[in-house]
């Protein structure tokens, strides 16, 4: 071949290849999508907001900017307790919370959070993943026009905060504690006034002498918000929240109108910010705690066992009455009472059985 035909033919093909891209950059740009993603947390809250915002940045970069995920913080965008209407109506696309917050539209809800007594962290996952538990998640959100994912976990919750000790089932008459989902109603069945506030409002309700207990998170979150600067005494172990499983909804229209590569996108950035906040919790959970004992001069108190045996007697009333409203939360009820029951007789002899093995006093 001749230079001039070289030349020219490349001079060809390069105008062609400039049309072509500049005829496919439209198409490319039309195909991207805006999401709005709206939180029940503060902004950059550790761990809840901060997770919120990297589950955001993953999916963003994981689907090349094809899904660009924007998050408003709570009451940015709309107030934190309307998040999910505004998911479920379109206003927004996404939420980040946790689900326990819509049991006005459903109780059954409350068992993809977390439930009295009910599973760990590990065992939810198992239930959703492998007992059935995402499909009856599935049937219950889509009702709502919702599609769910877990998308991040606390791990066992602490007790709370209260102003004064707990000896006796009689220290909870008539003391207003902030506690939500079911935890909140086994508190009113023992006499306490039990209300519901989002995480921005607690430390000043807490301030005020609005409420005389909170529980929140554990020693992470709860060092950040400063309830030690208020009470002194910090109880445990939280038998309402065991294993708190936070929520990625989606508007479910536009969950349908993703192609299979963008849903898996999607479910896969759900399923490792799952894992990661989980991990970030039991990484900075000790040295909070050490923090608040040491530093600020926090009481560690354990809730006493005849306690936690009238807790946990209310709590079962609570719970089984949470799955008779409807059919629906019949069946997840079902569900969750089937799978409890087994896996509890073998975490008796695994997860349990080695953390009280390890408490013995050996040398290490």
């Keep these: 071949m001749k ?9 060809v093909a390069g105008v062609a290849g400039a049309a072509a891209s500049t005829l496919a950059t439209p198409a490319l740009s039309q195909g991207m999508r805006e999401l709005k993603m709206v939180t029940t947390w503060p902004k950059n809250f550790p761990g809840l907001g901060t997770g919120a915002q990297r589950l955001a940045d993953n999916i963003t970069a994981m689907s090349g ?11 940015e965008l709309v107030p934190p307790f309307e998040s999910f209407d505004a998911v479920s109506s379109g206003t927004a696309d996404m939420y980040h919370g946790a689900d ?40 219950l959100a889509g009702g ?10 606390t791990g066992v919750q602490m007790g709370g905060w209260f102003n004064k000790e707990i000896n006796s ?17 086994v508190l009113r069945r023992i006499g306490a006034a039990a209300v519901t506030l989002p995480g921005g409002e607690i430390f000043p309700a807490l301030q005020s002498g609005a409420i005389d207990a909170t529980e929140w998170v554990g020693p992470w979150n709860d060092l950040a918000f400063g309830f030690y600067k208020i009470t002194k005494y910090y109880y445990w172990p939280g038998f309402h929240e065991p294993g708190s499983t936070l929520a ?48 600020h001069g926090v009481e560690l108190r354990q809730i006493p066992d005849p306690v936690n ?56």
């Design 144 to 153: 709502f026009n919702v599609k769910s994912f877990a998308a991040g976990n």
């Design 309 to 364: 045996m009238a807790i946990g007697e209310a709590s079962g009333q609570v719970v089984r009455e949470a799955g008779e409203s409807d059919a629906i939360s019949k069946k997840i009820l079902e569900s969750f009472l089937d799978f409890r029951g087994k896996i509890l007789a073998y975490s008796k002899l695994s997860d349990q059985a080695y953390a009280n093995a390890r408490l013995l006093p050996f040398k290490y």
């Design 3 to 11: 230079r001039r035909d070289f030349l020219k033919g490349a001079a």
């Design 169 to 185: 089932l009689d220290d909870y008459k008539g003391l207003k504690i902030r506690m939500p989902g079911l935890g909140g109603e």
């Design 100 to 139: 326990y917050y819509w049991q006005g539209k459903s109780k059954a809800f409350n068992f993809f959070t977390a439930v009295p007594f009910g599973f760990t962290a590990n065992e939810i996952d198992a239930w959703l993943h492998w007992g059935g538990g995402q499909q009856l998640w599935d049937e």
């Design 248 to 295: 990625c909804g989606v508007n479910k229209t536009l969950w349908d109108g993703f192609n299979s590569e963008e849903q898996a996108i999607v479910a896969g950035a759900c399923m490792a910010e799952n894992n990661r906040m989980y991990a970030e919790f039991n990484a900075k959970n000790g040295a909070a705690l050490d923090t608040l004992r040491n530093v």
């Design 65 to 75: 900017g094809q899904l660009t995920v924007k998050l408003y913080a709570a009451g």
